[in-house]
């Protein structure tokens, strides 16, 4: 069996990741629970699915660092894959990603953080444990400025995950080890190629933190992941990542560039068979900045909790909200049955009920939308216009 056989497997079962090791079975994470299946995958076998996905020019360098990252499309699911080296031998960790665009709305987060991209410059961060949706909130955050102004946006990710198609704005997508060797270099080079968004897939590196911080000083609006759980673990993180002599001057840098924070994490639903982000917000007024400078970090906490009118929320807050909405965006499911995540982790589009307003009834025309750079067909109404007149004067 191949790997389009194993990801067409977890894509039916409803998996976010899929995991096969020499000598186990395959294992599906299906939301946020692991699943065994099938038989034991044997050592050569992923061998030569490795040898299929990674190019012949590239070997040397996965025998040598004995991991490499890819994204490709299997089974008609586009995924991002690692490929390691273990005990037992080579293995994958694929996350399956969604094939819609990713959208506030689609991803049931609040519309209220669309307005943080509506800066012209600065920092917004997005926080939150691996596979919490940190990427696909990304992505919708994109998609907020892609649908509504003409900007030139540059991504260098590792590896692209949502290809995203250009609407208003002017997309570019680097890959790491692809299109460009390293997070540091393509930030180096996207000052010179006069962007007005950059996307930041991960920060990691404290020289990743450097141009990534420089860049929002220097009038671009950045974004970018770090791996905390809360926003004031996120700020804390940025600071201390770098040498002690320094970090006061980084503390000030990030205070006077931070547009927001946002720290999320996947909860279950029984209700609606889902996970959907629970999310924590953080907007910088006078005294978080003064709180960063400062380096008294445990003191946002409570500006957070009483920052409410100023478009900040707390986990408890937002789980209220939460718990009072009414309308989502429920995904649905791809011919093989299998179901979709609502945090963008696997499946296909579904319907998506606008926030506030009804969901629109089950319908049998054609999609509503052209798909992209194609034509929107209108179907006659059979019966013409003089059928439609008489309706209307019988009525």
């Known amino acids: 069996m191949d790997l389009e056989h194993y990801v067409g497997l977890a894509a039916s079962a409803g998996a976010s990741d899929l995991h096969l090791e020499s000598g186990l079975t395959a294992a599906l994470r299906v939301r946020g629970s692991l699943r065994i299946t099938g038989d034991p995958v044997g050592a050569e076998d992923l061998r030569e699915m490795a040898q299929s996905l990674i190019k012949e020019e590239d070997w040397p360098r996965f ?3 004995r991991s490499f990252d890819l994204s490709r499309v299997l089974a008609g699911v586009r995924c991002r894959i690692n490929v390691l080296q273990t005990a037992r031998g080579i293995g994958f960790a694929i996350r399956l990603l969604a094939k ?7 991803l049931n987060l609040h519309p209220d953080i669309g307005r943080l991209v509506g800066s012209a410059n600065g920092l917004i961060l997005v926080s939150g444990a691996t596979g919490s949706g940190k990427s696909s909130t990304l992505a919708a955050l994109i998609q907020e400025i892609n649908q509504g102004e003409p900007r030139h946006i540059l991504t260098i990710e590792s590896p692209i995950e949502y290809v995203l198609p250009p609407q208003r ?3 570019r997508q680097r890959e790491v080890g692809r299109d460009t060797p390293s997070f540091e270099q393509g930030l180096l080079d996207a000052l010179r190629e006069d962007p007005d968004v950059l996307m930041v897939g991960e920060m990691r590196e404290p020289e990743t933190m450097r141009l990534t911080l420089n860049a929002a000083e220097t009038g671009h609006l950045v974004m970018a992941t770090v791996h905390s759980s809360t926003c004031v673990e996120a700020l804390q993180r940025v600071v201390a990542a770098f040498p002690s002599e320094i970090q006061n001057a980084v503390a000030a840098q990030l205070a006077d560039c931070l547009v927001g924070v946002i720290a999320q994490r ?3 639903r029984p209700d609606l068979k889902i996970r959907v982000p629970e999310c924590e917000i953080l907007v910088p007024n006078h005294a978080v ?12 906490t409570s500006v957070l909790e009483t ?7 707390t986990f ?3 789980r209220g909200w939460l718990e009072k909405r009414s309308q989502w965006y429920v995904p649905g499911t791809v011919a093989g049955g299998g179901e979709e995540l609502a945090n963008a982790e696997a499946g296909v589009e579904g319907r998506l009920p606008a926030m506030g307003r009804p969901a629109p009834k089950p319908r049998t025309l054609p ?4 798909a992209a750079g194609g034509r929107l067909e209108i179907r006659p109404v059979e019966g013409g216009l003089g059928k439609i007149l008489k309706k209307f004067e019988d009525g």
């Open 63 to 65: 025998l040598e660092q």
């Open 100 to 106: 819609f665009q990713a959208t506030l709305e689609r």
């Open 169 to 171: 704005a002017y997309i």
């Open 266 to 268: 996947l909860q279950y």
């Open 289 to 300: 900045k003064a709180h960063i400078r400062n380096r008294e970090f445990f003191k946002i």
């Open 307 to 313: 920052g409410a009118e100023q478009g900040m929320w």
């Open 316 to 318: 408890a807050r937002y």
């Open 367 to 370: 999609p509503p939308g052209p």
